[in-house]
């Protein structure tokens, strides 16, 4: 009882926390002929920074899942394992299942479905990409037959979503020749990253459970370098809480790259790299990173730590220099550029030359620092030579 108690205070805090940045707006739609109502949650700090571009996801059943959905945001931005996002809500509450019907005997969408994806496509993105800074990374989310819809989306000749995530999805019987149909493997000649996202659990019928592994079963046999199939499973009482523990498990995987190096990342990627292939594996994630999400992080330290001791294990500290260039060019506040720098010409015995990169590194150093000490202490020791 205390454990859900305390569980509870902590999403209404989150919630409390971000209910001051949500706009409700009526948004006239030619298509549908009607005013839909649509929630934008903007992230903390939005106003403060004019050129900072934000990812953008698009939350279906905006009644219940668009506040899930930011209460998880909020907390994966704090703890930096993913970007601050926009989040709209399009509200489906009055629609009676319309916005998501297909044909049983064709699974193709009904006309009040169509209209409803186009909605989404032609008005919602339009609206929402005319109006606020958001980087081209765009995230679907749906829930049950809003999941079947959102895979729609795949159909587009023009790949402008990067992640589906499919919840407890309720696909139609006809989903395998779609997906066929839509030829998966082109999303390999983009030069862009995608995220399918699906979740089984035997808290769901049989007849679903057979459905979406099956589903599971097919995708996993695609190999597609940057379209990345996540078949997911969870193992809960409920189908309700199927979701609230599917939706941080997707959004853990989708959002990986922008996470600081994990020990499942270095083993799986780094640690048989050479140290040229290192340094050029850290620059390109955080390339891609600004690239994807519109955060010009620089780069964490936590990051730089990560490969250290292939810089300097191997091929004798030679890349000592690059991997100082590197940092100088990703996070030129910083001042562990010009320490490496500092160490290669040392390790070469050009002291004059490291003196002078230690001395430039500990002056962008806050006197403050716990580390500025340390630092110094390279200062003093290359004086003496």
Known sequence: MIKNSLTLIFILFYFFSYSQKTIQKGLESDILETTRDIKIYIPQGYEKDSIKNYPLAIVLDEDYMFDLYVGNAVLFSKKDKAPKQIVVGISMEDTKGNDISFDRNSGKLTG????????????????????YRTSPFITLIGQGYSANLIT????????FINSFICLNPSFSDFIGEELISYQLHRFGKEDNTFYFYTNNSDSFS????????QVQKGLSLLEIKNFNIINDITNTSSSVSAISEALPRALTKVFEVYSSISKEEYEKNIKELTPLDAI???ENKYLEIEFLFGSDLGIREKDIYAIENIII?????DRLRDFGKMILKLFPSSPLGEYY??????????????LKYYKIGYGKMDPSDK?????????LRIGGQ
């Open 313 to 317: 294990e191997k091929e004798n500290g």
């Open 280 to 282: 050029s594996y850290l």
């Open 371 to 379: 580390n500025a000490d340390a630092f110094y202490e390279n200062i």
């Open 112 to 131: 009040s479905a169509k209209n409803f994806y186009e909605f989404i496509r032609d008005e919602v993105l339009f609206y929402v990409e005319s109006n």
């Open 152 to 159: 729609h989306f795949l159909q587009e000749k023009t790949a």
């Open 341 to 354: 720098i500092g160490r290669y010409y040392e390790s070469g015995k050009m002291f004059k030359k490291a």
């Open 206 to 213: 049989s007849k679903k459970q057979v459905k979406i592994d």
